[in-house]
């Protein structure tokens, strides 16, 4: 198993892989969910040593924080890491909120939901247009003084947002849209990061499963975020990812994974998955050791995204 990593400036390490959770009863996202598929999906993670779980309220307006618990309930707890978030408000459309009093309250509840008493990593899901942001990271501050959570992040914040929210240097993790086919965070996000300790997990690591490799040419139409020509390309780099991960046995998901794993501006990457064989594939990531050459092949690949 790959060292562990610390997040931020907190006291909470995780390992470097990390699971999504938002195919764990987030029926409210994907159609054709089963609780069931998702319990397994948790506990394939916790069995193989992956530490972080990442869930949020909005993954089924709850459910996934609730299943987690239940699964949960049988693992030591100081052997896992819950991240979890909140800002869609229940009673107001699910428009962002980011008010003190209701990310407070947020805690507690996901607290209930998922069984136990502190949550390791707490993240502001989306910004809202009226809470200063400093405001809403020093509610959660409280929130960490009295041990509910361990480390405080921010998420779909942009670079201005997170400065603000960072004034007094307490956001310990950010977590945005970033993969080998979205890469706008290289360039002024993970400098600032960086400079203040600040942790990034990736969201989308597998472009919603197309840099798995599984699809092809013909399935263009379900990735409109792409013109054909990206498409086309990222279809010849995937091709040329195989034959990396032919040389080390594994898969082009498991060499994608591997990638961000060995990238020093990631903290954790986590893949989603919707059954639980996803897991236990998507851990063995961990066992690829990308040479210098390949991490470098595998980056320019992809460098126009
Ligand atoms: N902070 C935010 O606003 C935000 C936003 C989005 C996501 N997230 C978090 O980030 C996590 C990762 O994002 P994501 O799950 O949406 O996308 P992703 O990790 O890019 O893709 C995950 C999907 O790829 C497919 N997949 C995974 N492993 C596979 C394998 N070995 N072989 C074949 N297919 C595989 C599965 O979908 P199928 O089987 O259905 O193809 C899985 O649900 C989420 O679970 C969630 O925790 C956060």
């Not at 892989?17 to 029926?27: A, C, D, R």
């Not at 809403?136 to 992040?153: N, P, T, W």
């Not at 400065?163 to 993790?173: K, L, S, Y």
């Not at 903290?267 to 989603?272: C, D, F, N």
């Amino acid at each position: 198993m790959a060292e562990s990593v610390k997040i931020g400036k907190s006291d909470v390490t995780t390992t470097p892989l990390g699971l999504g959770t938002n195919k764990v009863g987030g029926h409210n996202l994907f159609d054709g969910l089963k609780d069931e598929n998702g319990k397994q999906v948790v506990k394939a993670a916790l069995d193989s040593g992956i530490s972080l779980l990442d869930t949020a309220y909005m993954y089924g307006l709850g459910r996934s924080e609730e299943i987690i618990g239940e699964v949960t309930q049988n693992y030591d707890r100081s052997k896992f890491v819950i991240a979890s978030k909140a800002a869609q408000d229940p009673n107001n459309h699910l428009e962002p909120n980011n008010d003190p009093a209701f990310l407070k309250k947020s805690v507690d509840d996901a607290l209930n939901r998922l069984q136990t008493d502190y949550i390791d990593i707490f993240y502001i899901h989306f910004p809202d247009d009226k809470t200063p942001k400093a405001e809403a990271v020093a509610a959660l501050a409280e929130e960490k003084k009295a041990g509910k959570i361990k480390a405080i992040g921010v998420s779909n914040f942009s670079l201005d947002q997170i400065r603000e929210a960072n004034a007094d240097g307490q956001v310990d993790i950010v977590e945005d849209n970033y993969s080998l086919t979205h890469r706008h965070a290289e360039k002024a996000l993970f400098p600032y990061l960086k400079q203040n300790q600040i942790s990034f997990v990736p969201y989308f690591p597998l472009a919603s499963g197309l840099l798995t490799g599984k699809y092809t040419q013909g399935d263009q139409g379900k990735f409109s975020q792409f013109s054909a020509d990206q498409y086309t390309k990222i279809m010849k780099a995937l091709d040329q990812v195989k034959q990396i991960a032919d040389k080390h046995s594994a898969t082009v998901a498991q060499a994608i994974l591997a990638w961000y794993i060995a990238d020093p501006d990631i903290s954790v990457v986590i893949p989603g998955a919707r059954i639980a064989d996803q897991v236990k594939s998507n851990v063995k990531a961990l066992d690829v050791q990308l040479s210098k050459a390949e991490f470098e092949q595998i980056d320019s690949l992809f460098s126009e995204f």
